[in-house]
């Protein structure tokens, strides 16, 4: 039977995804048969999985770093947030209804079912299962019905690891606190804890260690110094998306995304940002759109019809239309594609209140959001003339003039999304176009930006191996093997 670990924060973004990430490839690389584990997810960042669901995109990073194929068992329950009607509800991979936050607390424990069969499905084909908890293990106050953190670890007998950020500050209150406020069973079920992004000496913290050590009786399983490879990783959630970028002063194109309250699938923006040549500038709907663009690109949106509305609050719009007027180009992918149609109707309330608004009018299309999900890895060959591998996650249907002149021709759908009659408006419903390095160089191609200099997914697999190295340096790998049962 597999051995698990579980891995819960002080707080959310300590780091607990990508540390499972880079465990996962260091005890893959050991001959282990490892599976990544999350109880419950929240995020709209996601993933397609070869069983045809859907998962946090943390977790299909984690399942890339063990070498295996997604599982939709890897993050059973996927809350994916939407305005007005709280969270979109997803269970082993399928959508299931919706819900505001408080009715969500009522769910749980009808969910924990679900979470401890896909648990056990991955410990039948496993050797290691690293189970990644959500949040703060100190949030005592949601600790009834959790299925998240402590709930889980007790429900399946799993010993815990905490790990705390000291890059933000108040790392020793923060892991001695949350012993503090546990229930004495859930604090016996850590076995030890972690302190990740640590910058400067290490020496210098070793009192800090041995003062965590004495105040829990928590082994200390490692100070992890600040890894700057992550960055080169595909990030978990958009609390660091709209961020400051760093200039690049020699890039050839500029690209400006704006970034809107419910955006989606952002990783479509990483494989654009690890090109030398290209600058991706995250604007706000309030900012003007630089003078130097040369393309707008609008991303996914887990509630479009607010999105897009935010868009217009802001007064963006307008800079995007006067853009596009002027001869701009102006590329949306997914909910960013059903943005640029004429209208956008939403008539059974599957994202937000039930109604229909108009679009921004750049394509001569309508999109009506209805019928299931399509949940599918596509291939095709884009209007670009370059072959590519992406994938679909959407509901709506979208139609009109300009898609007959289709962006791509799938390989098991046809024609797909649509372009202006003078071809410097597009729109497409494929994520992961320019983690294709034959789309991305075609992009680059039509801006003028020269050849892609590249190779994105090798890229991230060295982005993977240099993190499992990393944490193999500073963390004792067979301690937390002893750990795990």
């Known amino acids: 039977m597999a051995r698990a670990l579980m891995f819960q924060g002080t707080g959310s973004d300590v780091g607990k995804s990508l540390l499972v990430a880079g465990l996962a490839r260091a005890f893959a690389d050991r001959g282990l048969r490892v599976r990544p584990f999350k109880p ?7 993933a397609v999985t070869a069983d045809g669901g859907e998962i946090g995109r943390a977790q299909a990073l984690q399942a890339r770093a063990a070498r295996v194929p997604l599982s939709v068992h890897m993050n059973p329950v996927l809350l994916k947030p939407q305005s007005e009607i709280g969270a979109q509800v997803v269970v082993q991979g399928r959508v299931v209804g919706a819900a505001k936050a408080s009715a969500y607390q009522g769910m749980k424990a009808g969910l924990m079912p679900a979470v401890l069969e896909s648990f056990a499905r991955l410990k039948d084909e496993a050797d290691l299962v690293l ?17 998240a953190n402590m709930g889980f670890a007790r429900a399946a007998g799993v010993p815990v690891v905490l790990i705390g950020d000291i890059d933000r500050g108040g790392v020793i209150a923060s892991l001695v606190g949350t012993k503090a406020v546990l229930e004495a069973a859930d604090a016996a079920l850590i076995q030890g804890f972690i302190v990740n992004k640590f910058r400067g000496d290490p020496s210098l913290f070793d009192a800090g260690m041995a003062l965590i050590a004495g105040h829990t009786g928590w082994a200390p399983l490692g100070l992890v110094p600040h890894h700057a490879g992550a960055a080169r990783l595909p990030a978990e959630d958009a609390l660091g998306v709209a961020g400051p970028q760093a200039p690049k002063p020699d890039a050839r194109i500029r690209i400006a995304v704006p970034i809107l309250p419910h955006v989606a699938n952002f990783d479509d923006l990483d494989p654009l940002d690890a090109e030398p040549a290209i600058e991706v500038r995250r604007i706000r709907p309030s ?11 609008l991303i996914g ?5 607010a999105d897009l509305a935010a868009l217009r609050a802001g007064g963006l719009h307008h800079d995007i239309l006067a853009f596009a007027r002027r001869g701009g180009r102006v590329l949306g992918l997914c909910g960013g594609y059903q943005m640029l149609g004429e209208t956008l109707a939403d008539p059974d309330g599957v994202e937000g209140p039930p109604g229909a608004v108009e679009g921004l009018g750049l394509l001569k299309v309508r999109t009506t959001m209805t019928g299931d999900k399509r949940l599918v890895a596509v291939t095709g060959t884009s209007c670009l003339g370059a072959s590519f591998a992406g994938y679909e996650m959407h509901i709506g249907a979208t139609g009109g003039p300009d898609a007959e002149r289709p ?5 098991d759908a046809g024609p797909e999304g649509a372009v202006s009659a003078d ?5 497409s419903y494929v994520h992961g176009l320019f983690a294709d390095d034959r789309q991305r160089a075609a992009l680059m191609a039509l801006l003028g930006a020269g050849p892609a200099l590249v190779s994105y997914e090798d890229q991230v697999e060295a982005a993977l191996d240099g993190l499992a190295a990393h944490l193999a340096a500073h963390i004792d790998l067979d301690r937390l093997l002893s750990l795990a049962r």
């Open 423 to 427: 071809g410097r408006i597009m729109g």
């Open 131 to 147: 189970v990644e908890g959500a949040g703060s293990a100190s949030e005592v106050n949601l600790r009834v019905n959790d299925i």
């Open 287 to 297: 900012d003007v759109l630089p003078a130097d663009t040369d393309l707008v690109l």
């Open 301 to 305: 949106s887990k509630a479009t019809i």
């Open 407 to 411: 962006f791509a021709r799938l390989a």
């Open 40 to 46: 419950q997810n929240m995020s709209n960042n996601a």
